[in-house]
């Protein structure tokens, strides 16, 4: 069956524009989380959605980031006023339950020049 | 704060001989532990979980982990590594609670030699 799909693949922009990522989990998944990873790090956690709503934003790191989830299925992830250090692998994941292993996505790489 | 270590950048084997590679937590509660696999150009993927009960659990491709909840570790293992095993290698903690984020290591990179 179809995985956890993300697109664009790949994006760069510019230092201050705004940039959106999408998630598209598989199908009937509740849990979706979005993490990065930065290059020779392991993957940080950003947000988990149970649902349409956010159960944990603990990781985003200010409040030029931002996800959504209006439907329960596909997410995305906003960024605004990118910065150099925004530039990072963005992966996806969505599970059937919140306890259940993830499945990931092939991420989007993010690069802000 | 929640932690995980991985203590070894690089573990080196020859393929067939016996491979471990090593992870500790510092984690409350009681957490799921989970090893994901990241091969070059290709998404983490899933390798085996511990949730509860038998402290040995078997996974995809082989590898199997020991839990062992008093030195808070667990170790993945292999009893026989292939050179297909060679990718990066990350332990992940599930903090037991409302949240379902995963708190990964640095990574430790196999890589098995012919």
């Known amino acids: 069956g179809a995985g956890v799909s993300q697109t664009p693949s790949n994006k760069v922009t510019e230092k201050g524009k705004y940039v959106e990522l999408r998630c598209d989990p598989i199908?009937?998944?509740?849990?979706l989380y979005w993490y990065r990873q930065s290059l020779g790090q392991g993957p940080e956690f950003l947000i988990y959605?149970?649902?349409?709503?956010?159960?944990?934003d603990s990781g985003l790191p200010n409040d030029r980031f931002f996800a959504v989830r209006p439907e329960g299925s596909v997410s995305t992830l906003k960024i605004q006023r990118t910065e150099r250090g925004d530039s990072a692998v963005y992966l996806c994941?969505?599970?059937?339950?919140?306890?259940?292993?993830?499945?990931f996505g092939p991420g989007t790489r993010l690069t802000v020049t | 704060a929640q932690s995980v270590a991985q203590p070894e950048d690089q573990v080196n084997v020859a393929e067939g001989n016996p491979l471990t590679v090593k992870c500790t937590y510092s984690v409350s509660g009681n957490p799921y532990l989970f090893w994901y696999v990241q091969y070059p150009n290709r998404g983490l993927q899933f390798l085996l979980k511990y949730i509860t009960g038998d402290n040995l659990v078997k996974g995809s491709y082989g590898f199997e982990a020991e839990f062992n909840k008093s030195q808070t570790s667990f170790h993945l293992k292999k009893p026989s590594a292939l050179v297909s095993d060679s990718a990066l290698y990350f332990c992940a903690p599930h903090p037991f609670g409302n949240t379902g984020k995963l708190i990964f290591g640095q990574g430790t990179t196999l890589q098995v030699k012919p």
């Open positions: 199908s009937g998944h509740t849990a």
């Open positions: 994941a969505s599970s059937l339950t919140r306890i259940d292993e993830q499945y």
């Open positions: 959605f149970q649902g349409t709503g956010a159960a944990d």
